[in-house]
């Protein structure tokens, strides 16, 4: 148990279906991240959330929609996705900067391994 | 904009002999340095970090990195490998002032195989 809980670990979808993942932490961390691994490719962060504010938006096509209710709480919503956003979706937490936190670095969880079929 | 760059995208060590993992970053001012671990089907696991204490920084299973500013460099070393130690192996950089949330970069990562 790594502090960080996504799920689905594995996720197969048809590029005209809607589908949500799901990231958890309880570990008191106010900032939230979204990460997308693919194969010989380095990580490529996506969006981060602090205070469950978006703070970034790194390019991502609007098929990717994500929401976050609180600081515990980050979901991914995909819809008319393309197979070459299949990949490993990573989610990480951790505290902010400036917040009177020495702890940095991010705790991940485990992935969701997605195909798009 | 930082960057770090890992040199080798494969390594392969013997049972019990020197891993070292290259890391070189570049960031225009002084950054915070660390080191993940990644298990086959796994998410990242923080080994160690640097944040500004002392340069040489011990992490879990018996791994340390050296911070060299004059080298711009941040490796990875473990005195004897253990078969257990196979896996890839990322460093990332983040700009200690970024407002807002704490951005990692990650290098393209190094795949460590140990072979008996």
């Known amino acids: 148990e790594t502090g960080v809980t996504q799920t689905p670990r594995h996720l197969v979808m048809g590029m005209t279906n809607k589908k949500s993942l799901k990231c958890e932490q309880h570990?008191?961390?106010?900032?939230m991240y979204w990460y997308k691994q693919s194969a010989k490719k380095p990580l490529e962060l996506m969006f981060v959330?602090?205070?469950?504010?978006?703070?970034e938006n790194n390019s991502v096509p609007s098929r990717f929609s994500p929401e976050c209710p609180n600081s515990s709480h980050l979901f991914l919503h995909l819809h008319t996705l393309q197979p070459e956003d299949s990949a490993l979706y990573l989610c990480a937490s951790s505290y902010t900067p400036g917040t009177g936190a020495t702890n940095y670095g991010y705790t991940f969880g485990s992935g969701t391994r997605l195909t798009v079929v | 904009a930082q960057s770090v760059t890992q040199l080798g995208s494969h390594v392969s060590v013997s049972e019990g002999a020197l891993v070292l993992l290259r890391c070189n970053y570049s960031s225009s001012v002084p950054p915070y340095l660390f080191w993940y671990v990644q298990y086959p089907n796994q998410g990242l696991q923080l080994l160690l970090k640097y944040t500004s204490a002392a340069t040489l920084v011990k992490g879990i299973n018996g791994f340390e990195a050296e911070f060299k500013k004059s080298e711009t460099s941040f490796h990875l070393t473990k005195p004897s490998a253990h078969m257990s130690d196979a896996a890839e192996y990322f460093c990332?950089?983040?700009?200690?002032?970024?407002?807002?949330?704490?951005?990692?970069?990650f290098g393209t990562g190094t795949q460590l195989k140990v072979e008996l």
């Open positions: 570990l008191g961390h106010n900032a």
């Open positions: 959330y602090n205070f469950k504010e978006q703070t």
């Open positions: 990332a950089v983040s700009d200690r002032f970024t407002g807002g949330g704490n951005k990692l970069t």
